[in-house]
């Protein structure tokens, strides 16, 4: 009977971790999917464009070490194609760099002429605490003249551009996304579902 109860509560307390795990842990992403880290078909323009990135989310180069390396450099050298002088320099052919800081992240391989047919790769970190999406864009301020008109259709403010939204000057901090709160939520269902198991010993 012991050991039942024991089995129980190990179960149960595997699927909390994993529950927390996905809560807080950031996305991990396979840099060129399939094709990984090369200088041959791999369009990581787009790769990057298809994808948002917060910091707590990890970049995985996959690629074979005797060809290539990765090289985080500044945006010039990232425009000039120079990996002489590198913020970081990964060289092992399987690298997991996280992204602790928001800002644009800039990565070349550093082998004579990899970098100049395309293999480079930039990307947009965003701050954790906006989630997958970014603040809002605040409505034009109308001048008193205007105030007469018939206020406009949100459709015609809104950008045709779906891409994330940033905002100047001070703003009040994002929602919370539904994920994010339905993640928590389960976590917190999982939690006290778990409290009748600490009570049996």
């Not at 041959?40 to 790769?47: I, L, N, Q, R, V």
């Not at 906006?130 to 109308?142: D, E, I, N, Y």
Request: charged share 10%; with cysteine; glycine share 8%.
């Amino acid at each position: 009977m012991a050991f039942t109860k024991n089995k129980s509560l190990f179960a149960s307390l595997v699927i909390l971790v994993a529950l927390f795990g996905a809560v807080i842990g950031g996305t991990v992403h396979k840099v060129g999917d399939s094709k990984g880290w090369t200088m041959m078909g791999a369009d990581y323009e787009s790769w990057a464009s298809s994808r948002t990135f917060q910091v707590g989310d990890s970049l995985v180069f996959e690629y074979n070490k005797d060809y290539h390396d990765v090289n985080e450099v500044t945006l010039n050298n990232f425009e000039l194609c120079e990996p002489s002088n590198p913020l970081e320099r990964y060289e092992t052919g399987s690298d997991t760099v996280t992204l602790t800081k928001a800002g644009v992240h800039n990565f070349i391989c550093g082998v004579p002429g990899h970098c100049s047919i395309g293999q480079k790769l930039q990307i947009v970190v965003l701050p954790a605490s906006l989630g997958p999406v970014a603040a809002p864009v605040p409505r034009p301020v109308r001048s008193p003249s205007s105030s007469l008109s018939p206020s406009p259709s949100p459709l015609a403010v809104s950008p045709v551009n779906n891409g994330p939204k940033y905002q100047t000057g001070p703003s009040a901090p994002a929602p919370h996304s539904a994920a994010s709160n339905s993640s928590a939520w389960i976590g917190s269902c999982v939690l006290i579902s778990l409290l009748p198991f600490f009570f049996l010993f």
